[in-house]
Nanobody, 115 residues
Framework: QVRLVESGGGLVQAGGSLRLSCAAS????????MGWYRQAPGKQRELAAK???????NYADSVKGRFTISRNNAENTVFLQMNSLKPEDTAVYYC?????????WGPGTQVTVSS
């Protein structure tokens, strides 16, 4: 089992910044990728950013240039630095780990961007 604990969500004005953190524990070997998905009200969950064990990074087009994902392998932690936030970034952000090609999800952290 993989346990994920997220932190760093909150309320911020448009143009502001937040930094999300996710710490993984438990059976944390053979991790293929870590990252963040988000789900806005009434919408499907979508990828925000992910980083593979080989260091390949993918961003959603809507966050490119504003969000930066990073990973601390020694501490099994993944971060999402979110700058120039927009009201449309409002969503529940879920930490994601792909372990042996099986996904694990954190409970989610709310990010609200006011206009």
């Amino acid at each position: 089992q993989v346990r994920l604990v997220e932190s760093g969500g909150g309320l911020v004005q448009a143009g502001g910044s937040l930094r999300l953190s996710c710490a993984a524990s438990g059976s944390i070997f053979n991790i293929n990728a870590m990252g963040w998905y988000r789900q806005a009200p009434g919408k499907q969950r979508e990828l925000a950013a992910k980083i593979t064990s080989g260091g390949i990074i993918n961003y959603a087009d809507s966050v490119k240039g504003r969000f930066t994902i990073s990973r601390n392998n020694a501490e099994n932690t993944v971060f999402l630095q979110m700058n120039s936030l927009k009201p449309e970034d409002t969503a529940v952000y879920y930490c994601y780990v792909l372990k042996e090609w099986e996904p694990y999800w954190g409970p989610g952290t709310q990010v609200t961007v006011s206009s």
